[in-house]
């Protein structure tokens, strides 16, 4: 009997298996990796049911961070989808601005490459933490705007942001620079003990600064002197 | 049959590219498993890219293939060219459905038109491009080889070479490069999440690169919307209508492409002429595309007779009676009383029940405790053009009433028609401002002739008793939807309660409105 589909046997076995196939494959698994590692830890920080920003808390929530995201192999545009992931809400059972701003810095902070781009102009909500405890040597740049606490204990990194931060930027930053392009919260450099922050238009407010600078479009506000 | 421009220059050289043209075309169809498109065709046009679609057909740019066949076989050249052209119409983006949707996502990440453009069609260019190098065996990585133009080009050849495992001779940035690579292309499925990843990638180079025309962007030029016919525009606005955030995103889009969209229905007249053209509301388009994703089933009324005379025998004339209904078959052509026939006429008989489909009065309120329909999904509206078009189906007329402050001159009344564009044009209207009904004039109307009438309101109407009490006198069907849960609404249930020819529907969420529309008033309005 005649097979009206033997003209397109053939068609069957020549699909090709192009790098592009195990290139977004890795990635998908590295995407896994990542929400695998911010669900132990929103696992962990969930224990008391209510996440505060308390001095401590947030020390033992970027050490927990660091210990889940040790073994995992990233890169600085994995970060990047990353927050896009936490963004769609999608396979993240509970996205807490707070740790998951936290586990991105650790991912920051931890990732091979010293400069960092963030592209996060079209994400939905906004991460606090971001750029927390950045080390010297590694820049990060974020486009789009962040949430509170960015670039808080910063500790020698730069940190670029092209849109508008929270309140308590730079809160306890040791030293390093924070350049906001647009506007930044209350409390900015609360306990600073170094470095510079440097804002491009309105300052909502400032914290109680122990040392280091701020500048507002170019105008020194507070300087070490000052404190 | 291949056609090409009259003014051509080598006219053995077309010939030549006619018969190899038509030696390969069955091959390509047959390797793409037979995609229903025609013939493609050649142009002689000055372009500087390599094809373009119209109307399904590839038209494939001579001055193109005459400057690559200089250093690629012409049988190559053509192949890949069209490998490209039919991957568009048999992978990405498939449908104008999908090509809208890819557009209103650039659209929303990057909010210029050209931009959007440009990062859309350099997204189904990568899509289509290596699913012909992955599932069709194409040539185009030849094509390719033969090096980049523009940054954009150098970047997406970059890309080519990354993720085809090819080496294509390419020097992009390769910073960018790795932000493209791993995106998963051709997953259907995740396509607008991988355009906002592809656009992330290459957002930069786009906004430096914006000054250039589109068309220079890609050697093979930039995908119109003339390509579609006009049945897929149809139904891919109708799709796109119920998929679209906000009637905003919709008018947006439409806006940005209705010169090409509506091209096919304007070729339709191509006669010269003057006069101004004929703008296209976008609003009205949204509601009337998203209310033909419902249907409403109507029930016909029972006649009660027909009022209509029929000659039904003769009789002799006299001289008082009229001339018209002389029979002058039947008088010996004389007019001549007693001699002269004239028709006896007796009204229609109706054996069982013959039914009709009213006509129906739509009253909708557009104050400014309406939603407004052009920032946001107005269900008073859906609901009112849902209605409307279960009466339109049914060769029944419909006339509008839409009010605020009617009797201060917040209104506007559209007469009986059939025109379904000017329907929706007056129900998109909207006023603002205070609520009340003008009675009169709306009874006046109802009482013309044997009409129904759907009343979309929040029931927020300072003269409600009135408007209900005159209702009520009515022996007119009438229907009534109020939105919300507002003391309006109890009172004018409570009110029309005892009156058989009112039913109301009322909704706790405005999204209720079209399940009312298409579920209760069903069971009351219709149905087989």
Known sequence: MFNPFEDFKEFLSKAKTLPLDRLSADHDQIMAELTSGYGKLVEQELKSLVWFVEHNRVIEAYKTATEVIQDLSYDAHSIEDFCYVLDSGVDI??????????????????????????????????????????????????????????????????????????????????????????????????????????????????????????????????????? | MAQTNKHRKDPEQVEDLEKLLKRLWPEIRRRHLYPEIPLPRFDDSPSPVAMEIRNKQIILNLDYIRTMTRSLPAETVLEALLDHGVSHYTCCPWDLSTHLRLYARAKEILGDRDLARKATDLFMDVVADTHAVKERQSSLPDLYRSGAQTPVEEVILALYERIWGLDLGSKGDQE?????????????????????????????????DNGSLPDEQTRMGKHGFQQYAPEEIEQALREFAREAGSPEQFVEVFEDLQSELEMPIQNSSEAMGHGAGNPVDANRIYYMKLAENYAL??????????????????????????????DPWSSFGKFLPGITQIWERREGQIYDKKEKTPDCLVIIDSSGSMVDPRSHLSYAVLGGGCAADGYLRHDARVAVYNFSDAPAGGKEYLPFTHSRSLIYQVLCRYFGGGTALDLEEVTSVAQESEVDIFLITDMQITNLDQTVSRFARLKNRVTAVHVGKKSGALRFIKASVKNQNISVFGVNETNDIPRIVLGSVRSYLTCD
């Not at chain 1, 949430?147 to 040791?174: E, H, K, P, R, Y």
């Not at chain 1, 620079?177 to 510079?196: D, H, V, Y």
């Open chain 2, 176 to 208: 960018t490069v790795n932000r493209l690579v791993s995106i998963p292309y051709l997953d259907k499925r995740r396509w607008m999440m991988s355009l906002a990843r592809f656009i992330r990638g290459i957002r930069p180079l786009l906004e430096d």
């Open chain 2, 297 to 326: 089933p109507l029930l016909k009324m029972p006649m009660k007779g027909s009022g209509y005379l029929h000659p039904h025998s003769h009789r002799p004339w006299e001289v008082c009676q009229p001339f018209k209904d002389l």
């Open chain 1, 93 to 227: 059972p509970y996205l807490i601005s707070g740790p998951a701003g936290i586990y991105v810095a650790a991912l920051c902070n931890h990732v091979a490459e010293d400069k960092i781009v963030l592209r996060l102009g079209e994400m939905k909500r906004t991460l606090h933490f971001l750029g927390y405890r950045l080390p010297y040597g590694k820049s990060l740049r974020i486009e789009g705007d962040t949430g509170n606490f960015t670039g808080s204990a910063l500790q020698g990194g730069d940190i670029t942001v092209t849109g508008a931060t929270g309140d308590w930027t730079g809160a306890g930053m040791t030293e390093g620079k924070i350049s906001i392009q647009k506007n930044c919260g209350r409390n900015t450099g609360e306990w600073m003990q170094g470095g510079e922050i440097w804002v491009g238009s309105r300052i909502r407010g400032l914290g109680r600064i122990t040392s280091g600078q701020i500048y507002q479009a170019g105008e020194a506000v507070v300087d070490s002197l000052m404190a």
